[in-house]
Every structure is written in structure tokens, then in C-alpha cells.
């Protein structure tokens, strides 16, 4: 990929990437590897060891991988732009939590299930 090809903003990156997650499934995915990854950092916070932050990788982009494997079957968006996916895992969860994803979803042109 040529640099001219990459996506400029992250406004237009985070519409690509729900493109890229436009089935429920894979959300699904998404959100519980996003708490799965700040429960391993809770747990090592809190409890110990640190040595246990090493997981939040593990736990964050194992399951949401398998779900673009298994059911989007898309290349993720981190092999291209891996800071911009990261922070977007947790926004795109975080506007689940808050009942914000459903606009979102539009403007990036996702179709909401019948």
C-alpha cells in the first residue's frame, strides 16, 4: 500500500473500521476482548503480579482476530493502522455501553439487523 492510499484522519478511519466491523458478531467480539483486556489489567493493578499486563495483548486481540477470521473474514484493521484500531476497540465499545453506537453505525453506511 502506498502511503497516498492511507486514510488521513481518524474520523474517516473510525468509519472504515466500522465498515470493517459491520456484523453484530463481530462487535460482540470485539467488546468482550476490549473488557477481557482491561480486566487482566485491573487484575494485575490490583492484584498482582505485573508481569500479568504482558496478557492484555493476548486478551484483547486473540478473540477479536478469531472474529475477523471466523465471521467478518477481513485482514483487521491493526496491520494497517494499529494505534487508531487500538483506540477504536474501546470507542466503538464505549459507544455500545452509551447507546452511541447506533448513529455511528449509519453515517458509516452498516446496516442495523432487521
Known amino acids: 500500500m502506498t ?5 488521513a484522519t ?10 470493517e466491523h459491520s456484523a453484530p458478531a463481530t462487535r460482540a467480539w470485539h467488546y468482550l476482548a476490549a473488557a477481557g483486556s482491561l480486566g487482566v489489567a485491573l487484575w ?25 477470521a471466523l465471521i467478518e473474514r477481513n485482514r483487521p484493521a491493526t496491520f494497517r493502522y494499529p494505534l487508531w484500531s487500538l483506540v477504536s476497540d474501546y470507542y466503538m465499545t464505549w459507544l455500545w455501553i452509551t447507546g452511541g453506537l447506533g448513529p455511528k453505525l449509519a453515517e458509516a453506511g452498516v446496516a442495523r439487523p432487521a
Open 3 to 7: 502511503q497516498s492510499n492511507r486514510i
Open 10 to 19: 481518524y474520523g474517516a478511519f473510525f468509519l472504515f473500521y466500522l465498515r
Open 44 to 68: 494485575a493493578l490490583l492484584a498482582g503480579p505485573l508481569w500479568l499486563l504482558l496478557a492484555m495483548p493476548v486478551a484483547g486481540y486473540g478473540p477479536a482476530w478469531l472474529s475477523h
